[in-house]
């Protein structure tokens, strides 16, 4: 689903991410941790296309991204990646229903508002749908980002710390929602975070150190009730949208 070859970014003379390699399988739920600096967000940046390696290659479902021009990368970020950015980047003229369908909209569906409204009653803000964001608490803003992030069912979604300023009980909430949607639209699931606990919970996490991948962990806790092996998941993944029998999905709550 994304294979990365020797991803290089600098700024100048400053080398942020030296010569990152590694792969994902669709559907798994990986984990990048590591201390502030060390270049969590810039990996994320540059796997979800949003900014530009200085070497190296990202394949995104085995379409090189890093050499396309402004409008095929927006199309493949539009088809294909969900974010979540740890400051909402909600559109404060917009209320939270339009918010969430802005990328249908982008992408021409029809079915947006019907889309957006399930998504938002998902995410328990049915009452809250006409709200603008000023309006809002800073777990509902982040539960409407996460609505806006699955409205066009991407088949990768990047979080950035996404409970990073929440209070532990909105934190579970926005965890337990990102796994319970990644499980359900079988999402690749891609987090950075700086929570031992919820990096636990992941299939293999990343561990980055000045830049570069010191440590790949694989999880064992099983909460898909499946081993992970450093080399990837094994298994296929079932091309089922709505899953909800998937074993141990009740282990994550
Ligand atoms: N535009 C930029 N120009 C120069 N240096 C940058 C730029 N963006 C990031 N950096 C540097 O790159 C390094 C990695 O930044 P990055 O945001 O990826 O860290 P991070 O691991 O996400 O940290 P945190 O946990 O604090 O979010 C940092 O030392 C940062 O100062
Ligand atoms: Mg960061």
Known sequence: MIEVKSLTRKYGDLTVLHDVSLKIERGEFVAVTGPSGSGKSTLMGLLAGLDRPTGGQVFLDHEEITSLTEEDLSRVRGQKVG??????????????LENVMLPAEIMGRAD???????????????????????QLSGGEMQRVAIARAFVNYPPILFADEPTGNLDSLNGDRIVELLLDLNQTYESTLV??????ELAGLSDREFRLRDGKVVQVVAHRRGLRGKASSPNGRSGSRRPVQKRGTRSGSGVRK
């Not at 974010?83 to 209320?95: D, G, I, P, R, S």
């Not at 947006?112 to 000023?134: D, F, I, Q, S, W």
């Open 112 to 134: 947006a508002k019907e889309k957006a409204e399930e998504l938002l009653t998902r995410v328990g803000l049915a009452e809250r749908m006409h709200h603008y964001p000023a």
């Open 191 to 196: 987090l950075i975070t700086h929570n031992p």
């Open 83 to 96: 974010f979540v950015f740890q400051n909402f980047l909600l559109v404060q003229t917009l209320t939270a």
